[in-house]
């Protein structure tokens, strides 16, 4: 899956401004990394999540990673999480959501630590 950064002009719910900014203040609640600041970006039908690396785990350099995609399908109401799988440098689907704060409270949580690495 490829994430165009390119966000279309017209009557589409996601991206948006307002749930944007709520993801980015959700992000304060996460369990894992507290001390960087992960931005959000608005994407095509949703929004990415970058963060520094910390760990060096990915990026030695301790540079931006992707940590999380959301993706909101609009025909069937529904929202799409997704992890990067950095080893091979695609995204992996994670889950299905009917609402955007469901999905970002298992974001926060990250029980199995696939996304905050």
């Known amino acids: ?13 996601h991206p ?4 944007r900014k709520r993801i980015e203040r959700a992000l304060i609640s996460r369990k894992h990394y507290r001390y960087v600041s992960p931005s959000v970006t608005p994407v ?11 760990s060096r785990n990915i990026e030695n350099d301790g540079g931006q990673i992707d940590v999380a995609l959301f993706h909101y399908d609009v025909e069937s109401g ?16 994670y889950s299905i959501f009917h609402r955007l704060a469901s999905a970002i409270d298992e974001l926060n949580t ?4 696939l996304f905050w690495q």
């Open 78 to 93: 529904i929202w799409k999480l997704f992890f990067k799988n950095h080893a091979r440098g695609n995204w992996k689907f």
């Open 110 to 113: 990250d029980p199995e630590r």
């Open 16 to 19: 948006n401004e307002l749930d």
């Open 44 to 54: 095509k039908a949703g929004y990415l999540i970058e963060s520094p690396c910390c």
């Open 1 to 13: 899956m490829r994430v165009s950064r390119e966000v279309p002009v017209g009557l589409i719910p």
